[in-house]
């Protein structure tokens, strides 16, 4: 329901070719899976930690597809070489970006579901945030 509402959102940005894309196209890509994060398997403290990184108009860093379990404690570190402002979709984080420089954004991953993040300056649209329950 939620995927629906995002989608269509997303169709109405003018992004329906990425928001309808298969989950099995992204694992194709290697985008999906297993992410790269501190992880205690039945222990309380879980993190995930990401970095994203744009030049020249372009996402550079890794991946576009960051996986992560509800409750997970998130950080994303921004750095981009124009100035610049970030949003997350759905957790409605916004975050400034100087040039060069990286900005924290850190967050308890409460909402389940798949959630787009974006340049608003460059209106660029990076990446998806999965919360998996
Ligand atoms: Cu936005």
Redesign the pocket.
Known sequence: MATDIARAACALAGFAWYCLAPGPAWAAQGDAGTPPSVRTEGGAEREASFDIVVKGGRLVSGRRVLVVHRDDDVTLRITSDKADRF?L?GYNKLIDLAPGRTATLTFKATLTGRFTY?L?GADLELGALEVYP
């Open positions: 949003h979709h974006e608003h």
